[in-house]
């Protein structure tokens, strides 16, 4: 397999503090590849390095196998993006949007025709096709941006964020459009601060945070590596049981709020434990890549 994407000590600082700190690592075709992080982790800086909207201050980048110089802007075909905020045009509607922007790069009416009714479909804007953006729901602006950087059919689609803010059905609408994409070859590069949709979309997750790497691999890589297979979540009205009791049977306890973690590998002893303590609640769920953040990442609320 080819990469499509190489980063090497890829760095930029504001004011001298690193928001992306010498960070490495390659995307192949044909794969989906997220990365996960708190706000301020440093994912749209990265991606904007990649695309050359934001210079890099140092490392080195190649994209389709070119490099790639710092204050290079990319503009190609073979490449879609989808910004973290709408960047549609307002007052044009759903159709001059993709007209628009198929023109920008280079194609023939004609041409831009033919993959409209496509690209309205697959958006499901159809019957909103003359209908000015400003009046869009969000769901369907979203769905115009991805139908949009879809015009010049691109080999990778960059999207920032691309469902945040949706309501699940969007959401649900947005992730099956990504998936077609993917089983007709393209390599997406996703950023998202949902777990459910790095699980489901992601073959393979970078996990960042101030500016660093924490982790790379596959979503079930990273819940095999960071936590036990099973948490028991338990609250307690009175005090949360104390941990002495559970440390011996638990491969790692993490107090959030009022709820305490436990990760474990075999329930059994801890629910013979907590069964005894009637003022507790307490469920038992296998680990999901969410706890995997919420180590790597701390529990500490971000600005
Ligand atoms: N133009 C800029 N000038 C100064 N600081 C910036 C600039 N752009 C980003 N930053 C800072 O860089 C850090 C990383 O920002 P970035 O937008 O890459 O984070 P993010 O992971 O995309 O966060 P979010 O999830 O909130 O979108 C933040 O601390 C941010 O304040
Ligand atoms: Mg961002």
């Given at each position: 397999m080819s990469s499509i994407v190489t980063a090497e000590g890829l760095y930029k600082q504001y004011d001298g503090v690193p928001?992306?700190?010498?960070i490495s690592f390659a995307i192949e075709a044909g794969e989906c590849f997220g990365i996960l992080g708190p706000n301020g982790a440093g994912k749209t800086t990265t991606l904007r390095m990649l695309i050359g909207l934001t210079p890099a201050d140092g490392g080195r980048l190649e994209l389709f196998g070119q490099p790639m110089h710092p204050d290079q802007r990319l503009v190609s075909r073979r490449l879609g993006v989808v910004a973290q905020e709408d960047n549609l045009?307002?007052?044009?509607?759903v159709e001059e949007n993709l007209l628009v922007y198929g023109r920008y790069f280079g194609l023939r009416s004609g041409v831009i025709r033919a993959r409209l009714e496509e690209l309205l479909t697959f958006a499901r804007l159809t019957d909103r096709?003359?209908?000015?953006?400003?009046?869009?729901s969000g769901g369907m602006k979203r769905r115009l941006v991805l139908a949009r950087c879809l015009v010049a059919e691109p080999e990778l689609v960059i999207l920032d964020?691309?469902?945040?803010?949706?309501d699940p059905q969007a959401r649900h609408l947005i992730w099956q459009r990504l998936r077609t994409l993917k089983e007709r070859g393209v390599t997406l590069l996703l950023t998202t601060h949902y777990m459910e949709e790095a699980a489901r979309l992601c073959d393979r997750l970078l996990v960042m945070n101030h500016g660093r790497i924490l982790d790379l691999g596959t979503p079930r890589d990273l819940i095999t590596r960071h936590v036990e297979p099973q948490v028991v979540e338990i609250r307690g009205r009175?005090?949360?049981?104390?941990?002495a009791l559970l440390r011996d049977h638990a491969g790692s306890l993490e107090l959030v709020g009022d709820t305490l973690y436990c990760y474990v590998r075999d329930t059994q002893a801890v629910l013979a434990i907590l069964h005894a303590q009637p003022t507790l609640t307490f469920q038992t769920r296998p680990a999901s890549l969410e706890d995997v953040f919420l180590k790597l990442t701390g529990h500490d609320l971000r600005e």
């Open positions: 928001v992306v700190d010498h045009d307002d007052d044009l509607t096709r003359r209908q000015q953006v400003r009046t869009l964020e691309p469902t945040t803010g949706l009175l005090a949360p049981p104390d941990p």
